[in-house]
């Protein structure tokens, strides 16, 4: 695994002064401090769709300033921050739309994304509008395609990735579970429905965790963070059935602010 941009300058720089680096050894100490550009890539969960305050630029990719990529830039006042991630985008929409941005100057990436190759969108309508059998079936499709299928998109992005910013740290975030299991809800989704997209989740974590290593690349587990804010837990960092529905089951502020920005923040 690649050894952190960030983490690393302030030892360049020591490690440049004690040993006077000359030659080659100067030049890569040059390209380490000069890697310091984020580029915050991936789908609504990196855009921050469901915490509000969206550039009104940014359009229907509803990127909002208190999206865990803005919270981080604002923090550490990287050298560049380019904010692309998109609601709605698919492996596809990264490779197409957002990678321009790559180059050796790169120090950080961050990105989620596979939720909505596998069908989020559609299986959450799905539970919600057409009861248990088919909310169960139409997981299980999503959980097929997560093996069968997302492994190799994942692939094409993260492989694109790393040609694209060679000197990057990649930090690939996961999703959290949705429900919390025999809690506070009293209405809605059958416990079988919570379970299974629970389970969902869980199998995409677990593929995406894997592809990522592959390629060298950190895969930051956000559940420890979102644990005891799921839904149905009395104190949620997600919506449930909202207004504007695409916010439905997507991260408050708080689930921001709180769940996804200290895990990139430690995994930076």
């Known amino acids: ?3 952190s941009r960030f983490a690393a300058i302030t030892s360049a720089f020591s490690l440049a002064s004690a040993l006077a680096l000359t030659g080659a050894s100067a030049a890569a100490s040059a390209q380490l401090t000069a890697a310091t550009g984020y580029v915050a ?20 990719c509803k990127r909002s ?7 981080w830039s604002a923090a550490h006042a990287p ?16 490779l197409n739309g957002q990678l321009g941005p790559l180059n050796d100057s790169t120090g950080l990436v961050s990105i989620t994304v596979g939720g909505n190759d596998a069908g989020f ?7 919600a509008l057409q009861g248990e059998s088919a909310c169960l079936a139409r997981v299980a499709q999503a959980v097929d395609y997560i093996h069968t299928t997302l492994p190799g998109k994942l692939d094409t992005v993260y492989r694109t990735i790393a040609g694209k910013a ?20 009293a209405a809605g989704l059958s416990e079988k429905s919570r379970a299974a997209i ?3 989740a869980d199998e995409i974590n677990g593929v995406t965790e894997k592809r990522a290593a592959e390629h060298g690349f950190l895969f930051a587990d956000v559940n420890r963070t979102f644990a005891g804010h799921e839904l149905c837990s009395g104190s949620p960092w997600l919506h449930s059935v909202t207004w504007p529905v695409e916010e439905s089951y997507h991260p408050t502020a ?10 990139l923040d430690s995994a930076a």
């Open 166 to 185: 060679p000197n990057a740290d990649v930090v690939v975030l996961g999703y959290p579970r949705f429900y919390k299991l025999n809690g506070s809800c």
């Open 79 to 94: 050298s560049s921050f380019s904010f692309t991630a998109c609601s709605g985008a698919r492996t596809g929409d990264v």
């Open 65 to 71: 300033t208190r999206a865990y990529p803005a919270l």
């Open 121 to 127: 969108a559609d299986t959450m309508t799905t539970c």
């Open 198 to 200: 629970n389970g969902a």
């Open 254 to 263: 708080a689930g921001q602010s709180g769940g996804y920005f200290p895990v």
């Open 41 to 60: 890539l991936g789908d609504s969960y990196s855009s921050g769709v469901g915490a509000g305050s969206y550039d009104g630029g940014s359009g229907s």
């Open 1 to 3: 695994m690649r050894l």
